[in-house]
């Protein structure tokens, strides 16, 4: 079945122990891109990748990482969380490196929360 | 960026026709116009997407004005799964940057 994955899908955490929420897809996707949702905020793009090693900053990149070393992955790490970190995460991926003509898939979510 | 403008929130009564407008006002000729929705619970889902003319699918219909500036998504026979929030977005091919908005909250009333 095509679909990306999220893991984990609830994280409790405290104020500055790393963490990494992985996301992988198997449709051989060339574009991945991780988004932060909150109430009253609409989704916002933090990080995307047109394909391996090549990664952007999206409008919200503030105290995340990300890296793309195989084309599957695309992790989303927090160095040091903060308790502003705390939002519902979601990890979406494209056939197309330029997704206008593309459809996105969206995996189901990961619900972090920082205290 | 061109921005989107949408309705905070409408209802409709369960097996009718649902039309959700969007404002797109500064589109420019390249940007292709996305609607996703979003089920309680759940990540956003592809619904429809077009460029000029209109475009249908299983879901739903997209209705593009001729001057592109506003586009308009009906679902034909709406039912209480339909209920979701609605963005419409607008994606530039090559653009990888994508603002999503706070979208349409539909209801569906039985």
């Known amino acids: 079945e095509a679909q990306v994955t999220q893991n984990p899908r609830y994280l409790i955490t405290v104020t500055g122990k790393k963490l990494t929420v992985t996301c992988s897809q198997n449709?051989?996707?060339?574009?991945m891109s991780w988004y932060r949702q909150d109430p009253g905020l609409g989704l916002r793009q933090i990080y995307y990748?047109?394909?391996?090693?090549?990664?952007d900053k999206g409008d919200v990149p503030e105290g995340y990482k990300v890296s793309r070393k195989e084309k599957r992955n695309f992790p989303l790490i927090l160095e040091s969380p903060s308790p502003n970190q705390t939002s519902l995460y979601f990890c979406?991926?494209?056939?197309?490196?330029?997704?206008?003509?593309?459809?996105?898939?969206f995996g189901e979510g990961s619900r972090l929360t920082v205290l | 960026d061109a921005k989107t403008t949408q309705p905070n929130s409408m209802e409709s009564n369960e097996e009718e026709p649902v039309h959700l407008p969007c404002n797109h006002s500064t589109i420019s000729g390249t940007d292709y116009i996305h609607w996703y929705r979003q089920l309680p619970s759940q990540g956003p889902e592809y619904v429809i997407h077009?460029?000029?003319s209109n475009v249908n699918n299983r879901m739903a219909s997209l209705a593009i004005a001729e001057d592109r500036k506003s586009s308009t998504l009906i679902l034909h026979r709406a039912t209480l799964r339909d209920a979701a929030v609605y963005y419409c977005i607008l994606i530039y091919f090559g653009n990888e940057k994508l603002t999503f908005g706070t979208g349409t909250r539909l209801t569906i009333i039985p």
């Open positions: 979406a991926s494209s056939p197309l490196a330029g997704v206008g003509s593309g459809e996105l898939f």
């Open positions: 077009g460029l000029t």
């Open positions: 990748s047109m394909n391996v090693e090549v990664t």
């Open positions: 449709m051989n996707h060339e574009y």
